[in-house]
């Protein structure tokens, strides 16, 4: 199906958001970027805010209703964790179902009309938009990095040095089963001996 490559994606995005979740603590949840800066979103507000904002685009544009509350009734890491990823998979069914003329017709995305395949593409950009944010907040609370795309500094460093992807988890089911039992993640090597970035001396 022509489409396929977009129920794909969203698959992979599942794990990629709840693997950034696994990297947080539970003390995290009220950190913000700038303690003292109520814009910027906690932790905890970006974990409500990617339920409630998918929950929404999938009931209000692409017509798929889970019949599941958004939030969890105790707002935990792990809640959250059981949560997204109880909701998402049962989104991702519905949409292995549709055919390509689903996928295709225009529906309303907000005040204009757009296809099923161009609003579900935007949404995944929306959420790996957040998924940007938070994985800066970690840098900000000096935590670690697994991979969420390729190679991170902790996983080894940069691609053109050969840094391998290393995920915290092999898949979601492991990802909740060890969270719950204390959060036992793939190992990371750290950055080697050569520059985890491009211009390492840039700041001077």
Not at 7 to 29: N, P
Not at 180 to 191: N, S, W, Y
Request: proline content about 5%.
């Amino acid at each position: 199906m022509v489409y396929e490559f977009l129920i794909d994606t969203y698959e992979t995005e599942r794990m990629k958001v709840l693997g950034v979740w696994s990297m947080f603590s539970d003390e995290d949840l009220v950190r913000r970027p700038h303690a003292e800066d109520v814009r910027g979103r906690s932790v905890v507000e970006q974990m409500v805010h990617q339920c409630v904002s998918e929950n929404l685009w999938f009931c209000n544009m692409l017509s798929i209703d889970v019949g599941a509350p958004p939030l969890p009734e105790e707002e935990t890491r792990l809640e959250f964790i059981k949560r997204y990823a109880e909701d998402s998979a049962l989104r991702l069914e519905h949409l292995k179902q549709k055919d390509a003329g689903w996928w295709e017709e225009e529906v309303a995305f907000f005040d204009v009309g757009r296809s099923r395949a161009w609003i579900m593409a935007r949404r995944m950009l929306h959420t790996s938009h957040h998924r940007g944010q938070q994985t800066a907040i970690l840098r900000m609370l000096g935590r670690s990095l697994h991979s969420t795309y390729g190679p991170t500094a902790d996983t080894g460093g940069l691609m053109q040095n050969k840094a391998p992807t290393i995920y915290p988890y092999q898949d979601i089911d492991e990802l909740i089963e060890k969270e719950a039992a204390g959060a036992t993640k793939i190992p990371l090597p750290g950055p080697g001996t050569k520059s985890a970035t491009e211009r390492p001396d840039s700041s001077t």
